[in-house]
């Protein structure tokens, strides 16, 4: 008798999580598009580069 319980409440899991699986799978949700944008500062006369001074 335990086991046709223990069986039955296993099928009645695998069951449920199909079906929850399914519903999820065939629900279409629309996701808004995410547009990223960058903003670029060009600056003249700017230089990245390091000076060193050599004493001799």
Excluded: H, W, Y
Excluded at 7 to 25: A, K, N, P, Q, W
Excluded at 35 to 55: F, G, K, P, Y
């Amino acid at each position: 008798m335990r086991n046709n319980i223990l069986g039955g409440l296993v099928i009645f899991v695998v069951v449920l999580t199909c079906l929850l699986m399914l519903d999820d799978i065939s629900t279409v949700q629309e996701q808004p598009d995410k547009n990223d944008t960058v903003q670029i500062e060009q600056v003249e006369s700017q230089t990245d580069l390091a000076v060193v001074e050599d004493r001799e």
